[in-house]
């Protein structure tokens, strides 16, 4: 990536307070996040690789 932004993180979630859980709870407490930019996509039209972060509970998915 080039420009403002050092890392693109791309989140899945049942709804928005899922989504919102997961940034306050999970991304904002790492110790080198210092802004989060919020950008959100309605539908996708295909999807290559799906990776489960780890601060998900023991069998679920988002």
Known sequence: MHG??????????????????????????CSRVVELKFMSMLKTTKEKQTVYPTFLEEGERP
């Open 4 to 29: 403002r932004f050092d890392l693109l993180l791309k989140l899945r979630a049942r709804n928005l307070e899922q989504m919102r859980d997961i940034l306050v709870n999970s991304v904002r407490k």
